[in-house]
């Protein structure tokens, strides 16, 4: 796997990318502010639910920003093709360039990657052999982040106690 960095000049990838980052910081200082931090100060959840919800919410913004910077298996200008494996290869007809037979030629990043799934808009990145792992693991803790805030959210509103004092 390589360890470059790419950007995708894309302003539609800049603005949901933008977006998810806004919904991030919201999520971040809101939901601590509105059900962590009270319920903590009045003792029904403990500092392990606090920092549980930070760790996640710090593990999904890194895997995001990790997944949108990783380089997603472009191919180089002028690929060494073993003479071996000749046959395995083609012509991309956009590019003009040699790729894998399972390359594609993503339009929004104006190359081929090896092993393209999508170009995805949240992440402003092509999802290809090199960073698929990323996105897999993007997906992961947003969906754990997600499901953390929902059951708080559950919690806050029909199992724990009313809160003694209001919070604005």
Not at 97 to 108: A, I, L
Request: aromatic content about 14%; hydrophobic content about 40%; some cysteine.
């Amino acid at each position: 796997m390589g360890q470059r960095i790419h950007f995708v000049v894309d302003p539609q990838g800049w603005c949901c990318m933008g977006l998810i980052i806004l919904v991030w910081l919201y999520n971040t200082v809101f939901i601590p502010k509105a059900i962590l931090f009270p319920h903590y100060e009045e003792g029904n959840i403990s500092v392990v639910a606090v920092l549980c919800y930070y760790f996640c919410s710090l593990f999904c913004i890194g895997s995001l920003l990790r997944a949108s910077v990783a380089d997603p298996g472009k191919l180089p200008e002028n690929p060494k093709i073993p003479l071996t494996e000749r046959e395995y290869w083609e012509l991309c007809n956009k590019c003009n360039m040699m790729r894998p037979k399972r390359s594609h030629h993503c339009s929004r990043c104006g190359h081929c990657v090896r092993r393209m799934d999508h170009h995805c808009p949240w992440i402003n990145n092509c999802v290809g052999e090199d960073n698929h792992w990323l996105f897999l693991q993007l997906c992961f803790y947003t969906q754990i982040l997600s499901s953390y805030t929902l059951i708080l959210d559950f919690c806050h509103y029909y199992y724990f106690l009313p809160l003694k004092k209001e919070n604005w």
